[in-house]
């Protein structure tokens, strides 16, 4: 875990010390591609979780008089997990170990633990598939539509000539009984895995009866992620398209449509498993954003980092609403799904709304409601004065940071985001069965 992932679990362990009652515990599970960085991560966020302990006056406040650090540090507990997003068979082994068996600690500190149920799946680990950046692009954009929309929205960032396409022979070994569908790697790592891995929590994520909460599966898309990214000639972006963006598209339509009408009957197997039989209450997607942050996941050098450092700030200060710039403050939206009681999300439909993190210019950070090509903000159709109706305050007004271009939905654009939700659905369930088969699960 890096990144933003790594900005998640500080941010989810301290607003579970600072937010819940002192009786609960918080397991926190992140997932590595080895034993060495799990190893690390857990260090990391325990030695966060100390400092919030010590220092954080929210938490402090929320113990009460007779506060010991020591009382807060025994409310959670890191483990850790190694998957490989890009490997099948990973997957389903880490979810092995998640449903059946136990997980050791890395650092020998912690015994093995069966974990009983899990409460959310956060889904944040990715790849670009960038090459770098069209310069003269960028200036064309930024002298037609200024700096806040060209750095929120931008139409200059190259992906890789060529897609890495895995080499199913060696994901699936020798003894297959038949040759799966290629998979390419960016679509593998941001969207693929986590949808396999999603099915394979079925029996941990799903509920017994309706009186418990629902298990959640907490995805993370990207601010940008319009209709023209995805083409379904291209569906896995491995020839023209570009992969990061069309991977966050189909995000996107799965997540906002996994429970209408129109698309249950195809999405609804991908919701059944044996495992889970005796556990009818299925785990409900959610979909968050990170808005616009310097991480990694983009190759720049040193020195041009630094000034796409510097132009995200001065963004930011010029009054748009996602430059969240650092992981912790991008990490809002998505542990606010993670630990908002669920009578508050299903009070305002929150499993229909794409929350992105939202900033002021001063750093402040909440949970915005973000527009989706096609879907709008809900799925609602609105008239023009909608916006004008808005009663949210400040930056998480709707009508704050829309992209140039949007349009409000139409009767038309909402139909054609269903079918196009019910074709990714269709799309993924079959790569699903025919990798099922492959590797030899049914």
Known sequence: MS???????????????????????????????????SRDTVLALRQHLHKTAHTSKTVQAHFGA??????????????????????????????????????????????????????????????GGWGGLDWLGFARQFFAVGLVQSTTYPAFKMALPKAVVLDSQK???????????????VFCANVFGHYVLAHELLPALSRANASEAPGRVVWTSSIDAGHEHLDFDDFQASRYMPPYESSKRITDLICLTADLPSVKDVSASFFTSPTAADKPIRPRFYLSHPG?????????????????WVTMHLSRLCGSPWH?????????????????????????????????????RLGHSAPKKSEVEGWGWEGRIEDAEALERDESKGVLRNSIGRKW??????????????????????????????????????
Do not use: M
């Open 171 to 185: 994901l699936i070994g020798d003894d297959s009984p038949s040759s799966p569908p290629k998979l390419a790697e």
């Open 324 to 360: 969240t710039v650092d992981v912790y403050t991008a990490a809002c939206a998505t542990t606010w799904l993670a630990l908002a009681e669920q009578s508050t999300l299903d009070a305002i439909n929150a499993h229909h709304i794409k929350w992105g993190s939202g900033v002021t």
């Open 292 to 308: 616009i942050v310097c991480t990694p996941i983009f190759p720049l050098n040193w020195f041009l980092f630094f000034w796409y």
């Open 66 to 127: 007779n506060y010991d650090p020591q009382t807060a540090i025994a409310r959670v507990h890191v483990l850790s997990l190694e998957v490989d997003l890009c490997d099948l068979r990973s997957i389903r082994a880490a979810a092995d170990r998640l449903v059946n068996g136990k997980l050791t600690d890395p650092t020998g500190v912690i015994d093995d633990v069966k974990i009983p149920r899990l409460d959310a799946a956060l889904f944040n680990a990715g790849l």
């Open 405 to 442: 271009d949007a349009t409000t939905l139409t009767e038309e654009e909402k139909a054609q985001f269903e079918k196009d939700g019910r074709r990714c659905w269709t799309e993924l369930e079959r790569l699903r069965a025919a990798w099922e088969t492959a590797l030899g699960w049914e």
């Open 3 to 37: 990144g933003v992932g790594v900005g998640i679990g500080q941010r989810v362990i301290d607003e579970f010390l600072g937010s819940r009652p002192l009786s609960s515990h918080l397991i926190l599970i992140p997932t590595t591609r080895s034993k060495t960085k």
